[in-house]
């Protein structure tokens, strides 16, 4: 069975207070699985069989994301859903017959599975679910942005809204932002590149190219911290370190691998390494573990001096989705994304060109 091990995420008087004299407590660090007391378990297990029977009932395909939930990944697999990245939850549902999509992750996540299909009803785990990237380039903002500089070719992230993706000449996944961006480079382009900064910064490392950055960061990725990250290392010096390339250029500098969510769990399958230093969203912890049973697993510290929380590497917004939620939004149907159809159109585009881009290109990742 692999192993999590969780940095302490609690304050020292939260941890004194929880001990009871009546039983010791788990030794800090190992991993452990909530435990549903046998009632709760019963109640789960009827919520599941609700669910799955409205997914059949509603012509209804579940796509989630590796940072969510581990029961709601669980549960896609297990009705013939899929788990993956943004763009391969919008793809999955593309191909698959049924006639709704539901997408359980962030709102973003809702908007290209509904770009990427038009004629299918694309409904939100959870309608308030957001992102900090998305949020932090407002599409106003950004088009003024563009409008000043004509001469770039725009490449944006897909953590980002619809509006703004219809503004780009390319979208991109972290998976094949290098690519996309080496490729216009050769041509001589000037890239203009958002929101992610940190994302940004890394592919203008590696390819060379001249890209002005818009100054957004993701909530989870920016708090990394590469001096903790080094002596973690040194405690650990049989572990390899895993990146997300969102992170601060400290953290990414540290890394055995950098790559995307799908790059990661393979580095975790793959490589001979017995443990993993993981930064990135914990949820993906989840899919690590059946790609490498047995393999250790620690969460690369992400709290600062006197922070009551060591590692706190969980999106807010993903962990909105739940078993709950999902019940709920299938019960009333009332989360259901709907996007201009001038913006969608505009948008396919930018998505559909990085789409055939990537079809094209030998499959390292």
């Known amino acids: 069975m692999a192993v999590i091990v969780p940095l302490n995420c609690f304050a020292p008087s939260t941890r004194a207070a929880s001990r009871s004299s009546a039983s010791a407590p788990p030794k800090p660090g190992k991993f452990m699985e909530p435990a549903l007391p046998f009632a709760a378990l019963t109640d789960r297990t009827a919520q599941i069989d609700r669910i799955k029977r409205m997914l059949v009932e509603q012509d209804a395909v579940l796509v989630a994301h590796y940072y969510t939930d581990g029961a709601l990944q669980t549960l896609a697999d297990e009705t013939g859903g899929h788990v993956a990245d943004s763009l391969e939850m919008a793809r999955f549902g ?59 070719t725009v490449v944006v992230y897909a953590n980002t809204s619809a509006a703004v993706k219809a503004r780009a000449d390319w979208v991109v996944t972290s998976a094949i932002a290098v690519k996309v961006v080496e490729h216009l480079h050769r041509q001589g382009k000037k890239i203009l590149w958002a929101p992610d900064k940190h994302l940004g910064s890394y592919v203008q ?155 094209a290109q030998p499959r390292t990742y």
């Open 205 to 359: 490392r590696v390819t060379g190219a001249d890209m002005l950055l818009w100054q957004g960061s993701c909530v989870v990725h920016e708090r990394f911290k590469a001096e903790l990250l080094a002596d973690m290392k040194q405690r650990h010096p049989a572990a390899a370190v895993l990146v997300h390339p969102e992170a601060p250029a400290g953290v990414v500098s540290l890394a055995d691998v950098v790559g995307s969510t799908t790059t990661l769990i393979r580095a975790a399958r793959e490589l001979p390494h017995a443990e993993f230093i993981v930064a990135t969203d914990n949820g993906i912890f989840h899919k690590m573990r059946e790609a490498a049973p047995g393999k250790v697993f620690i969460e690369a510290p992400s709290g600062g001096v006197g922070a009551t929380c060591a590692s706190c590497a969980h999106c807010p917004w993903m962990a909105m989705n739940s078993l709950d939620a999902l019940e709920r939004v299938l019960s009333r149907g009332d989360s259901e994304v709907v996007i201009d159809e001038t913006v969608r159109r505009r948008a396919v585009v930018p998505i559909q060109r990085m789409l055939d881009f990537a079809a």
């Open 94 to 152: 593309h191909a698959h017959p049924a006639r709704t999509l539901v997408v359980a992750g962030v709102r973003f996540m809702g908007e290209t599975a509904k770009i990427l299909n038009p004629e299918k009803r694309v409904l939100l785990v959870e309608k308030d679910a957001t992102c900090s990237l998305d949020d932090a380039c407002p599409p106003e903002a950004f088009g003024a942005f563009c409008d000043a500089h004509p001469d770039r």
